[in-house]
């Protein structure tokens, strides 16, 4: 019932830009957790950033502050997530999910319920 659609990925340059949307549908809980992570071959997934409905409250990681942006549109249908100053380690596969409060608070990957397929993400130095 749940489903959540990346998209948005692609490849480009050192210091270029990309915005990753996920469609989401099926989630009816009045208040949850929206994150995005990330993944390279070899590699645990990562927390990149995510928000709390209520209030909009938004925490990022550190390596990716001040540069993405996460975002929702007014109808909470779609999330985003703004790149920019992309960096060759910023390469991976981006994921989006969704979980209750206790995924904001962690911010682990266990506490997010539902996931969607991925999208993948190259920079080139």
């Known amino acids: 019932q749940v489903q959540l659609q990346e998209s948005g990925g692609g490849s480009v340059q050192a210091g270029g830009s990309l915005r990753l949307s996920c469609a989401a549908s099926?989630?009816?809980?009045?208040?949850?957790?929206m994150g995005w992570f990330r993944q390279s071959p070899g590699k645990e997934r990562d927390g990149v950033a995510r928000?709390?409905?209520?209030?909009?409250?938004?925490h990022y990681a550190e390596s990716v502050k001040g540069r993405f942006t996460i975002s929702q549109d007014n109808a909470k249908k779609t999330l985003y997530l703004q790149m920019n100053s992309l960096k060759p380690e910023d390469t991976a596969m981006y994921y989006c999910?969704?979980?209750?409060?206790?995924?904001?608070?962690?911010?682990?990957?266990?506490?997010?319920?539902?996931w969607g397929q991925g999208t993948q993400v190259t920079v080139s130095s």
């Open positions: 999910a969704i979980g209750g409060i206790r995924a904001y608070g962690s911010g682990e990957a266990a506490d997010f319920s539902y």
């Open positions: 099926g989630y009816h809980a009045e208040s949850y957790t």
């Open positions: 928000l709390y409905s209520l209030g909009g409250v938004t």
